[in-house]
C-alpha cells in the first residue's frame, strides 16, 4: 500500500498533516507513540509516518523486535485461555494499546462468552478505537477507560462499572510496567491493584528484560528512548520477580517470553539466547 503524507496507514484521510498535533482527537503525529510503534510491528495500520520512522530506526539495532511482538500477542492469548479455563471471568487489561487480532476480549469471550473485559488506556488515538475493542457478546461485557496506569484509584474506582470486585479478577500488564519509572512507584501500583482484587485473582505481566542479552538489550532502550514519546526502563528479572511479591507463580515462573507456557519447565540454558522480555502469570493465594 502507498502510504501518502496526508493519509494513516488505514488509508483514511487524517484531520492534519504530520506536521502538527490533530486538533479534534488531540492525537500528535509527528511525535512517535508505544502504541503506534507496536502496531507497526505488528503489522498494522493505525500508524504515522513518525512512528514508522522511529520502529525502523530500532529493529536497526533489535531486528527481532517484530517477533517478541508477536511473542508478547501469543503469551496473551495463550494466558487468557489459561486463565478462563481456571475459571476467571473478569480481565481488567491496563495498557491495552491499539486494537489488534486476539484481543483478550476475543480470546475470553470464544471460551466464556459471559466474560467481561474492561481496557485501560490514555492514547487519544487507542481511545478513538475504542468501538473495535466494545464489540463485546451480549452475554458478556466490555468497557474501556481513559485512565493512567499510574493512577490505580481512578482504575479500580471507574473499573467497579463493570467488573464484580468481590470475584476473582485477572489483571493483565502486558508490555505496560517497563514504562512505568521506579520514580513513579510502579510495585506500589501492582501492589494496590491486586490488594482491590480478591483472592483466586492474576497478574499477568509482559516486561522488557535488561539481562537477557544485556549488550543489545541496553543498545536497544537507548533507541527506543531517543525515538518514542514514553520511555522504556528495562529491569533484570529479580526486579521483575518482585511485582509478584505474595502471589504464587504460575510454573514455570518468571522467564524469557518465548518460553512461557502454562506448566512448561524453565530453561535456563536457553536465557542468553531468548527475546529480551519476560514473562509471568501469578495467582492471588
Known amino acids: 500500500m502507498n502510504r501518502q503524507a496526508g493519509e494513516l496507514v488505514t488509508g483514511q484521510p487524517r484531520p492534519e498533516s504530520d506536521e502538527a498535533p490533530d486538533p479534534i482527537h488531540g492525537i500528535d503525529t509527528t511525535t512517535a507513540h508505544p502504541a503506534r510503534i507496536y502496531d507497526y510491528w505488528l503489522g498494522g495500520e493505525n500508524n504515522f509516518a513518525a512512528d514508522r520512522d522511529a520502529a525502523e530506526r530500532i529493529l536497526a539495532v533489535m531486528p527481532f523486535m517484530r517477533e517478541l511482538s508477536r511473542a508478547n500477542r501469543l503469551f496473551l492469548a495463550s494466558a487468557v485461555r489459561y486463565l478462563v479455563q481456571s475459571g476467571i471471568r473478569q480481565f481488567l487489561d491496563i495498557g491495552s494499546g491499539l486494537p489488534a487480532a486476539n484481543s483478550t476480549h476475543e480470546v475470553a469471550q470464544r471460551v466464556a462468552p459471559d466474560a467481561r473485559i474492561v481496557y485501560v488506556d490514555n492514547d487519544p488515538m487507542v481511545l478513538a478505537h475504542a468501538k473495535a475493542l466494545l464489540a463485546s457478546t451480549a452475554e458478556g461485557r466490555c468497557d474501556y477507560l481513559d485512565a493512567d496506569a499510574r493512577d490505580p ?133
Not at 187 to 206: D, H, K, N, Q
Not at 243 to 260: A, M
Open 153 to 285: 484509584e481512578v482504575i479500580l474506582g471507574e473499573a467497579a462499572r463493570t467488573l464484580d470486585f468481590g470475584q476473582p479478577v485477572a489483571v493483565m500488564m502486558l508490555t505496560t510496567l517497563h514504562f512505568i519509572s521506579d520514580a513513579d512507584h510502579p510495585y506500589a501500583i501492582t501492589a494496590r491493584l491486586m490488594e482491590a482484587v480478591p483472592p483466586g485473582s492474576y497478574l499477568a505481566v509482559t516486561h522488557a528484560a535488561s539481562d537477557i542479552r544485556p549488550d543489545v538489550a541496553a543498545e536497544g532502550a537507548r533507541a527506543y528512548n531517543a525515538s518514542s514519546s514514553a520511555p522504556v526502563s528495562a529491569r533484570p528479572r529479580d526486579a521483575v520477580i518482585r511485582f509478584f511479591d505474595g502471589l504464587d507463580l504460575v510454573p514455570p515462573g518468571v522467564v524469557p517470553l518465548d518460553q512461557w507456557a502454562p506448566g512448561a519447565p524453565a530453561d535456563a540454558r536457553r536465557e542468553q539466547s531468548s527475546l529480551p522480555s519476560f514473562a509471568a502469570l501469578a495467582r492471588k493465594p
